[in-house]
């Protein structure tokens, strides 16, 4: 019994500092990382490009002054 508490703190306690260790640095991008970044980039300026246009044309046309069609009405002579 002894034996089995004594494996069991050793094991929690280099489990306790394996874990505290880290093991992948922080920062460790490589081309492929700044490669699919760059395409979501695209991707992102690709799509805010034409809704821009849009938007702009939708402002444009909400505060242009508004044309009225011009309407005649003839009246008929009733005096015949």
Known sequence: ???LVLQGMLMFG???TALAA???????GGFL???FL?????IIVFQLVPSIVV???VIKELFAPRQTTATTVV?????K
């Open 55 to 57: 938007f702009y044309s």
């Open 38 to 42: 760059g395409f979501v980039a695209v």
């Open 75 to 79: 009246k008929q002579d009733e005096a």
């Open 1 to 3: 019994m002894k034996r």
């Open 33 to 35: 990382v700044a490669l």
């Open 22 to 28: 880290g093991g992948a640095e922080a920062g460790g």
């Open 14 to 16: 280099v489990a306790g």
